[in-house]
């Protein structure tokens, strides 16, 4: 009778347990091995210069465009007046080599006309010289006629040669000029673009928060000399995650969308509800700096872990949150029975 009564309680243990198992754990995944993740960056300097004022403290919350910190912009200003000072002086040589070529296509006209007047009176001489010439010949004209008439033919020959040069001159005075020209708006583009320039570098002296988040580990102060590319904060975005690295055999049944309750560890009050984002492609090692190397003689197997991304509902607004905190999510894998 004992026996069989001690038979008896262990099966209503057993199954007893077995109900448990299947109600409190099997539907479910858990891991201690997750934490708050987000994208933190390091606020960098752009321009090199003495910090004049940082506005905002530590930890604080900001929204887009929010000061972080000010570099003296005043040799930046300077660089930008003396590139402003460029373009004007590329816009005053365009307009002296435009000025320059109106100047000589007037002179190509001119040279034009008085070329046109020389071949006219060229022509004039070279038929008076042969009348000339005729007349002598035939005895009704004189020898002093003539030699006359031959005289202002070779004048008449020089002055036209004279206009044929002039206009030459003319034409390589005009493309000098168009060529001064072009030389001048080359200036100008190349004075524009430091004036783009000066205008970055000045803007960069003001160093705004790209994104709503929050300003971490503020290292930058007033009277501080800062190179371009050094960091003067952290910063933390709005969005954040929880990054829960699974063992491979816990994701079975794991897929994006299934419900995830998170429980915070410095905040075990606060339970949050979320959802599977995704599940990363590949163990956490094998996108590690140095990777596991497996094909050795003494290759002993380990259970790998794989990240796996969770996305909150509702962080709380009344505590402090960030990457780096410890949580505890457990995924309904299963259906609750």
């Keep these: 009778m004992a026996t069989l009564l001690v038979v008896l309680v262990l099966v209503v243990v057993a199954v007893a347990g077995y109900f448990i198992w299947l109600i409190y754990f099997h539907p479910y995944e858990t891991t201690d091995d997750a934490f708050v993740d987000a994208r933190s960056f390091s606020v960098a300097a752009k321009v090199s210069g003495y910090v004049s004022d940082v506005p905002l403290s530590d930890n604080k919350h900001v929204d887009v465009g929010a000061v972080i910190a000010k570099i003296d912009p005043r040799d930046y200003q300077i660089a930008l007046d003396q590139a402003h000072g460029q373009v004007d002086v590329a816009k005053a040589a365009i307009s002296s080599a435009e000025a320059q070529i109106a100047a000589a296509a007037a002179a190509i006209d001119e040279a034009k006309a008085q070329q046109t007047s020389a071949e006219a009176a060229l022509q004039y ?4 010289s042969d009348r000339q010439q005729q007349l002598v010949k035939s005895g009704a004209g004189s020898e002093q006629a003539a030699q006359q008439a031959a005289s202002t033919l070779r004048q008449d020959r020089a002055s036209t040669a004279q206009a044929q040069a002039s206009v030459i001159s003319a034409i390589k005075n005009k493309a000098a000029a168009e060529a001064q020209r072009a030389s001048a708006v080359a200036s100008l583009h190349q004075a524009e673009a430091q004036v783009e320039a000066a205008e970055q570098n000045l803007s960069y002296t003001t160093i705004t928060a790209a994104q709503p988040g929050r300003v971490v580990k503020l290292s930058g102060s007033k009277g501080q000399y800062v190179q371009a590319g050094q960091a003067v904060s952290m910063f933390v975005p709005d969005e954040i995650w929880v990054t829960a690295n699974f063992k491979e055999t816990q994701l079975t049944d794991m897929r994006p969308g299934q419900p995830v309750d998170v429980t915070i560890d410095a905040y075990p009050d606060h339970v949050l509800r979320g959802r599977i984002d995704s599940v990363q ?12 190397e497996n094909a050795t003689g003494n290759y002993v197997k380990v259970i790998q872990r794989v990240p796996v991304k969770i996305v909150v ?7 402090a949150i960030g990457p780096g905190m410890s949580v505890v999510p457990t995924v309904t894998v299963r259906p609750r029975n």
Excluded: I, R, Y
Excluded at 281 to 292: C, D, N, V
């Design 125 to 128: 001489a070279q038929d008076e």
């Design 281 to 292: 492609p590949g163990s956490g090692t094998a996108f590690s700096l140095l990777p596991a």
């Design 313 to 319: 509902d509702n962080w709380p607004k009344d505590v």
